[in-house]
């Protein structure tokens, strides 16, 4: 079964421009979620989606920071413009519905300079 | 709200030394406890969970027990092995989908 599939792995930018990334999550599953882990640091929530539904954004900063999820599926998160403390680890993650258990992608790594 | 609290890292021990790192948890319910494993280069995933008091979750030679009167969630292993130098987070879920992590200790095992 294949995993969550994130893209690109690496990304750097200068201050100001934007960025996108893009998740696949596990087939058939129907949660999906954006986690920031900055370095040194613990992920955290970015936002949840239940199917097509962004049903927890409360931490996205909605200022420069937006995603959505296409029919349900694939998902892409946003920074417009990126700002130097953006720079983090940006993990998307899935699960079956109401399980607890998150698989998580390798992530995408983001440089701000 | 609900956190996660874990030993600093990073943790330094030689192959088949005894492992405990340490994981306390503030929570107004009865959540979920869970430990997270990444590994150089992998993403992040689940080495052992346990959904109510006195549950033990193991897996790999790694055992916790969920303890509700002091709060914890500790990470035990008798013998580690190089291979299991990685990154280890505690994390919780209060019934919600949505995981609380810790900040990470970095395990760190030579030969």
Sequence with gaps: EAGVVQSPRYKIIEK?????????????????????????????LLIRYENEEAVDDSQLPKDRFSAERLKGVDSTLKIQPAELGDSAVYLCASSPLVSGELFFGEGSRLTVL | GDSVTQMEGPVTLSEEAFLTINCTYTATGYPSLFWYVQYPGEGLQLLLKATKADDKGSNKGFEATYRKETTSFHLEKGSVQVSDSAVYFCALNQNTDKLIFGTGTRLQVFP
């Design chain 1, 16 to 44: 100001k421009q934007p960025v996108a990334f893009w998740c696949n999550p596990i087939s058939g599953h129907n949660t999906l979620y954006w986690y920031r882990q900055n370095l040194g640091q613990g992920p955290e």
